[in-house]
């Protein structure tokens, strides 16, 4: 049997695409098909680590989880990580191959296309079905030309396109009409149906609504998908879903410094599900809460700029009264590299060459460069052995703590914790998804746990979502309208 395919495009970012694609990969998994997650271009700082030794982005891990298969970096062959002053790095098929302006990238996207169809095509060998996503939103015609993202990649791959629409942010009709109405006819043509997503009330009050959608596109209503709340408990990958605080009455607060450029935000989510905890991000021009217990400085895909945004903001002087008043700091990853003393870039990887000042609360030294490390990694903490599972993905190299936090199975040591005990931080991403680490360390803060189990509640998650959308979609419908995909190259995006 040859793989079909059928591609989620939206009218706008943000709309539902990553979810959607994560439901019905676990719709269809579970009917016994073969099934993978595809984008083929991504922007995002919340990566993932694949089995292949690369990096993709955060959604399609979920995705790739949700279709119970390993995560690989053809599942996401081009993404793209926002950085200060050169741009955003760019990952091909997993591995970092320079950086790029905005203005240059569209020039660079038709030379990229080969490596996109090449990924897909080894999806394909693979799958029965390849579900795939397109990124932000389907009518910027002014970036049309080579796409690789929308339309560009459904044309050349012939890959149909059910277009996503969102109820919640208001003006549904007009974002999916209007699509209809600004997009060439033959991009138009590849949209099989649409779908209305995150609706809330009454759905028979909307039927008008569905039928005035198709009867000015042409295109056939597939669904009306009301709001799933629980989504929240499903790793985020765009920081515009970032809230502002857990819900409130939590016994123990924790502060999140969500500086400009934050990456792989998702490592404090188990953290929000903890009933007993009360997570507030805070912003630039916002104080960290006096009444923190733990403050935590997440990964940065620019530490440099980061950290000067983060002593603009006067985060640096609430940090001493926070560790005055007995309470906590947690780093992680470029939040570690914060931590230290000083923070070399003598190859201006994230900018200028220069070396910079760190917040000097852990006794260490970071020189940005070298191969980037991407691996997956376990051990346990040096002084109290708890285990933990997680991974590493940086640049850059930190001097070996003279008190280390975590012991390696692979050998060596990562991380570091002052005199005190009261500073740490370390480069393992995913260390609080470890139920063993995060009731560690909200021991360490003097909190409660709810004995969550989190990965256990992200696969209940997951099979509760895809339920969901059987519910409300014609799946079956949607299975039939995925066709074989050209991998010939005679079609031009």
Excluded at 333 to 348: K, N, S
């Amino acid at each position: 049997m040859q793989a079909r395919a059928l591609m989620l495009q939206g009218t706008g970012s943000d709309v539902g695409k990553s979810l959607l694609v994560a439901g019905f990969a676990r719709v269809f998994v579970r009917r016994g098909l073969q099934v993978r997650p595809f984008k083929p271009q991504n922007m995002s700082n919340n990566a993932a680590v694949t089995t292949d030794g690369g990096e993709i982005g955060r959604a399609q891990a979920l995705q790739a989880r949700a279709a119970r298969v390993a995560v690989s970096v053809h599942m996401n062959p081009v993404l793209l990580k926002p950085q200060s002053d050169v741009g955003a790095q760019l990952v091909v098929q997993g591995r970092v191959v320079g950086n790029t302006w905005a203005r240059g990238y569209q020039a660079l996207k038709a030379g990229l296309l080969g490596a996109v169809m090449d990924s897909f095509g080894r999806l394909a060998a693979e799958a029965d079905l390849v579900l795939v996503e397109g990124a932000g939103s389907a009518s910027e015609v002014n970036l049309r030309a080579d796409d690789i993202a929308n339309m560009g990649f459904a044309r050349a791959a012939d890959v149909p396109v059910v277009l996503v629409g969102d109820i919640d942010r208001g003006g549904v009709i007009a974002s999916l009409v209007g699509t209809k109405a600004v997009i060439d006819p033959q991009d138009a043509a590849m949209i099989v149906g649409f779908l209305v997503n995150r609706f809330r009330g009454d759905p028979g009050l909307f039927a008008d609504g569905m039928a005035l959608i198709a009867d000015r596109t042409g295109w056939p209503a597939l669904g009306l998908v009301p709001y799933f709340p629980d989504a929240v408990r499903l790793p985020a990958e765009d920081a515009l879903s970032l809230p502002g605080r857990n819900a409130p009455g939590g016994a123990a607060k924790v502060a999140v410094l969500a500086y400009p450029h934050l990456a792989n935000f998702d490592d404090v989510d188990p953290l929000r599900q903890e009933s007993g905890v009360d997570v507030v991000f805070v912003r630039p021009g916002e104080p960290i809460p006096g009444d923190a217990r733990l403050v935590i400085l997440p990964g940065s895909k620019a530490t440099i700029a980061d950290l000067a945004t983060l002593r603009e903001a006067g985060w640096d002087i609430d940090l001493k009264a926070h560790l005055r008043r007995g309470s906590r700091v947690l780093g992680i990853c470029g939040g570690y590299q914060m931590l230290g003393r000083r923070i070399a870039d003598p190859e201006g990887i994230e900018g200028p060459p220069g070396t910079v000042e760190g917040l000097c609360l852990l006794d260490t030294e970071t020189v940005l460069g070298g191969d980037k490390v991407l691996v997956e990694v376990s051990g346990k903490t040096v002084t109290e052995g708890v285990p933990f599972k997680g991974y590493e993905m940086h640049v850059g190299r930190t001097t070996r703590a003279a008190r280390p936090l975590l012991e390696l199975d692979r050998g060596g040591t990562d991380g570091a914790i002052d005199a005190s005990g009261r500073v740490a931080g370390c480069y393992v991403h995913g260390l609080l998804a470890d139920d063993r680490q995060r009731r560690h360390w909200l021991q360490w803060i003097g909190a409660d746990s709810s004995r969550l189990d989190y990965e256990a509640g992200i696969e209940d998650t997951l099979d509760r979502l895809a339920d969901h959308l059987e519910k409300h979609v014609d799946c079956a419908r949607l299975l039939d309208l995925a066709r074989v995909p050209r991998f010939d190259g005679t079609r031009k995006p």
